[in-house]
């Protein structure tokens, strides 16, 4: 098997067809990290043994004509903020290195039960702050498509260990893009579930033992396919621990759909471009998309955003910051408090203030997000999906030593902050809406450029299945790093 492009979907049929053991895949696995690896640097810990004695339980098993689920035997790596019984954990806090759970992520948990041998943690920046991924404990990760460019954040170890074949899925999180923009940077496929439907327990951020769930924080699979992520959402979809005994989960499935015939299909690439300017080549990938897409019997319009560009930045900005600011020392607290008297209104001052919000200011800022998903949601009447811009270029390179509030983006010559380059995932992620990351194409010069295909609220089940079809129609389909090439 290549294990560059086999999809975890077509894995899970050939170990329970007996094609390929779990061991052998594990031990298949295990090699490629340590031969590819040292160049990315997107797994930051091992647990070959304990996954090896899994793998021979999961065959004995097959062998007895047994299953413990949809996974049973498949190795995987997961983001290094998900709590793994045994496994450090780390989440690139410098406190946390020696930090061994005692018990699993809930959503792990479901991972292992459905018979998942977690073989490895990928990296991430640190408390999976950052839109790069380095950290003072295990380093920078690189792009498996040019190493001297970043693979994103906050999950930009699992979307290289995927791209690079390392992994066959993974399993992260998204507050302001963490699953979507490492997707786009490095080529692969992404859900952001709909906020609530995946339990957060065992996630860090919040600390060790914290029992709460953040405020647009959601969480899904990284992969090589629409089906690979339908097969890990079903598994981790469900209550946590309190909510179990009367919580349901009935996701909108939708009428049965066969084709991209007649789709509604509205397209946002052109809005939002005097706050946030995208770049010739990856407009030229998200239209070629959207004409292919057409051009396979698609209703694709251009669309008017139902909430403007700057007003979705801007909720994202005062819901989301004042969630990262509780991790702030009491020194740099009392520094950001004294934006509070700094006039202005560009975002980087209102993310500023933002870290040191008060309750009124997050009241009155989700009272305004309330209305924008009514926005959204009276969009949906006309449209099946929305498609939109991830990023406003492909990867960048890599800028570890600028503070990450000085941080731009060279857009065509044109600098713009990095939290203003991060406005399509933050809008759209703080009106809590599903959304698949699909690849786009790749740019003249061999990067890989992601799109977001938007869904309304709650029908994760129904874009899943309209991904695929629009991904089938219009897509490049996964296409492995051709810099990789030369460590097979």
């Known amino acids: 098997m290549d294990l560059e492009t086999t999809t975890a979907t077509e894995l899970t049929e050939a170990l329970r067809t007996k094609v390929v053991s779990s061991r052998e895949l594990l031990d298949e696995f295990v090699g490629r990290v340590e031969r590819i690896d040292p160049a990315l640097n997107a797994v930051c810990a091992l647990d070959v043994d304990r996954a090896q004695a899994a793998a021979d339980r999961a065959d004995q098993q097959t062998a007895r004509g047994e299953s413990m689920g949809p996974l049973h035997g498949l190795p995987m790596t997961v983001k290094d903020v998900w709590e793994t019984e045994g496994l450090v954990t780390v989440c690139g806090v410098p406190e946390l290195a020696d930090h061994i759970p005692d018990t699993d992520a809930v959503a792990v948990a479901s991972l ?5 041998i977690v073989f490895g943690k990928t990296n991430v920046p640190i ?16 792009n498996p498509w040019d190493v001297t460019r970043t693979p994103g954040g906050s999950s930009g170890g699992a979307a290289a260990a995927v791209s690079a074949g390392l992994s066959p899925i993974e399993f ?21 579930s ?26 899904g699979p990284i992969g090589r396919s629409i089906g690979d992520l339908r097969l890990l959402f079903d598994v981790v979809a469900g209550p946590g621990p309190e909510d179990a005994a009367g919580w349901r ?4 499935a939708g009428d049965p759909v066969e084709s991209v015939a007649g789709l509604r299909v509205g397209t946002v690439f052109g809005e939002g471009r005097d706050l946030c300017p995208i770049a010739g080549d990856v407009a030229a990938s998200l239209d070629g998309f959207a004409d292919r897409l057409a051009d396979a019997g698609a209703d694709v319009e251009a669309v008017p955003l139902p909430v403007s560009l700057t007003d979705g930045l801007q909720s994202w900005i005062q819901l989301v910051l004042p969630i990262i600011g509780m991790s702030l020392t009491d020194e740099d607290y009392a ?6 008297a700094v006039p202005g209104d560009d975002p980087t001052l209102v993310a500023a203030r933002s870290f040191v919000s008060r309750y009124r200011d997050w009241a009155r800022a989700n009272g305004r997000r309330q209305q924008h998903r009514r926005a959204w949601a009276a969009m949906f009447e006309d449209y099946d999906v929305v498609l939109a811009p991830t990023m406003p270029t492909v990867a960048i390179p890599h800028d570890t030593e600028t503070p990450i509030a000085e941080r731009t983006t060279n857009v065509d010559g044109v600098s713009i902050p990095h939290v203003v380059a991060v406005a399509w995932c933050g809008s759209i992620g703080s009106v809590l809406l599903p959304v698949v990351n699909v690849p786009a194409g790749v740019t003249p010069d061999g990067l ?37 090439a030369k460590f097979n």
């Not at 520094?335 to 509070?340: K, L, R, S």
């Open 112 to 116: 292992k039960s459905a018979g998942a």
């Open 127 to 142: 408390q999976a702050g950052d839109w790069q991924t380095y950290n003072d404990v295990y380093g920078r990760t690189n």
């Open 172 to 192: 992260g999180s998204d507050i302001g893009g963490s699953l979507r923009i490492p997707a786009h940077y490095t080529g692969v496929f992404a859900l952001k």
């Open 194 to 219: 709909s906020w609530g439907t995946v339990p957060g327990r065992g996630h860090i951020p919040p600390p060790p033992g914290a029992l709460t769930d953040a405020d647009v924080g959601a969480f």
């Open 249 to 252: 989960l009935d996701l909108d």
């Open 335 to 340: 520094a950001f408090v004294e934006f509070d």
């Open 448 to 484: 890989p450029v992601g799109v977001q295909i938007v869904g309304p609220y709650l029908s994760d089940l129904r874009l899943l299945r309209l991904a695929a079809l629009i991904e089938r129609a219009a897509g490049p389909g996964f296409v492995p790093p051709p810099a990789m």
